[in-house]
């Protein structure tokens, strides 16, 4: 099946390439945060394993870090799989539907996405301000740091709920119909 992206003509074609290259950057902006975290995470550990080996006491910060990057690291992950439309499904309904019929059926869901999402983060306001006043006691470093991914999460799926929603009203079957090659599994 052809996309109205590979269909489309002008005005249409330039402006879904934008909305794909928007997703890829969202994208991007989570396998950042994932390998910056994984890296961190276990150069901190290696560091206080060594560190113990050697001279019998490590880094007592090494334990609190995960507080703050293990949030951004699921964070990272969430968008991935949200930009990639690969997050947990049921597809049996879907792949019943006629094409049409899908791409109403994927309007409602994205639609459902961004409300949701849009919800988290207006009710996680009292979480981000109430930890402002949480301090990690080695490091130092405020709490908010690690709430502050759920902002990115959502923030973030609603984007890309957004995009998806434009790319189907432009038509466009936004579900992978090759499920073999989209299982992350």
């Known amino acids: 099946m052809t996309s109205a992206a590979s269909q489309g003509k002008g005005r249409l074609r330039s402006f879904l390439k934008l909305v794909l290259g928007a997703l890829n950057l969202i994208e991007w902006a989570g396998r950042i945060i994932v390998a910056a975290c994984l890296g961190s995470m276990f150069l901190a550990l290696f560091a206080n394993v060594v560190l113990r080996y050697v001279f019998g006491s490590g880094i007592a910060w090494a334990y609190e870090i995960h507080a703050l990057l293990l949030p951004w690291l699921v964070s990272g ?3 991935i799989a949200s930009a990639r439309g690969r997050n947990i499904a ?11 019929a899908r791409l109403f ?25 109430a930890s402002q006043f949480q301090t990690l006691s080695t490091l130092g470093i405020k709490q908010v740091w690690g709430y502050s991914s759920i902002a990115f999460a959502f923030g973030a799926m609603a984007i890309i709920a957004g995009l998806e929603i434009l790319r189907t009203l ?9 499920r073999e090659h989209a299982s992350l599994s």
Do not use: W, Y
Request: charged share 15%.
């Open 105 to 129: 059926l994927n309007f409602a869901i994205q639609g459902i996405i961004l409300i949701i999402a849009i919800s988290v983060l207006v009710s996680s306001q009292p979480i981000l301000k």
């Open 90 to 100: 049921v597809t049996l309904c879907s792949d019943m539907l006629a094409h049409r």
């Open 170 to 178: 432009a038509g466009e079957d936004v579900t992978d119909p090759d």
């Open 77 to 79: 992950g969430v968008v």
